[in-house]
């Protein structure tokens, strides 16, 4: 049973700074299948970062320059550095792993005060 534990969330100030974790286990997967994904209050669930096959990263347009995705292999551990937070980064985090199908955690609110 594969289990997506994100932590992290909380309330920040624009312009500031979270990290936000992601600790996988349950199952063998390579950390190249995960990735982070956020839905605000009333909009669908949108696409924020994800590792690409070879381990390179794509980033969505609004959060390129900002939001910086590592991963530890050790821990089985993928975070998501936010910087440069904006109001509307508000949302709630999830982190995606896609193996055979697609698991999501239970997801992380992050919130952006102006």
């Known amino acids: 049973q594969v289990q997506l534990a994100e932590s992290g969330g909380g309330l920040v100030q624009a312009g500031g700074s979270l990290r936000l974790s992601c600790a996988a286990s349950?199952?063998?997967?390579?950390?190249?299948?995960m990735g982070w994904y956020r839905q605000a209050p009333g909009k669908q669930r949108e696409f924020v970062a994800r590792?690409?096959?070879?381990?390179?990263?794509n980033y969505a347009d609004s959060v390129k320059g900002r939001f910086i995705l590592s991963r530890d292999n050790n821990r089985n551990t993928v975070y998501l550095q936010m910087n440069s937070l904006k109001p509307e980064d508000t949302a709630v985090y999830y982190c995606?792993?896609?193996?055979?199908?697609?698991?999501w955690g239970q997801g992380t609110q992050v919130t952006v005060s102006s």
């Open positions: 995606n792993l896609y193996w055979g199908r697609e698991y």
């Open positions: 349950g199952t063998t997967f390579s950390l190249d299948a």
């Open positions: 590792f690409s096959s070879g381990g390179g990263t």
